[in-house]
């Protein structure tokens, strides 16, 4: 059972940053792969971006490519999702999911993800 712990959410201004880190911790293995995606009030939920181990492939949700970008901790299974610019339909709720043996394709659709985090709160003020 994989576990994925959430952290760095909270109030920024509108052109600030903010860095969201996510953790997990029990069996991963080489192709395992990590994204976030977000919620905002009465909307769907969205991919943003993802990472895979093993191959280190990245990729981004087009409202967010050049503002956001998703890296690995050296070492660890654990990403951080550095925002930069931020605008307030950045405002959302963000979880943190895991998923194992995903293909590049398959890699922003969140149905192929089995482990999630609790979700950390973001919230952009104009």
């Known amino acids: 059972q994989v576990q994925l712990t959430e952290s760095g959410g909270g109030l920024v201004q509108a052109g600030g940053s903010l860095r969201l880190s996510c953790a997990a911790s029990?069996?991963?293995?080489?192709?395992?792969?990590m994204a976030w995606f977000r919620q905002a009030p009465g909307k769907e939920r969205e991919f943003v971006a993802a990472?895979?181990?093993?191959?280190?492939?990245?990729i981004y949700g087009d409202s967010v490519k050049g503002r956001f970008t998703i890296s690995r901790e050296a070492g660890k299974t654990m990403v951080h999702l550095q925002m930069n610019s931020q605008k307030s339909e950045d405002t959302a709720v963000y979880y943190c999911?895991?998923?194992?043996?995903?293909?590049?394709?398959?890699?922003?659709?969140?149905?192929?993800?089995?482990?999630w985090g609790q979700g950390t709160q973001v919230t952009v003020s104009s």
């Open positions: 029990g069996f991963t293995q080489n192709r395992y792969t």
């Open positions: 999911a895991g998923g194992r043996r995903l293909i590049l394709s398959s890699m922003s659709e969140q149905r192929h993800y089995g482990d």
């Open positions: 990472f895979r181990f093993g191959g280190g492939n990245t």
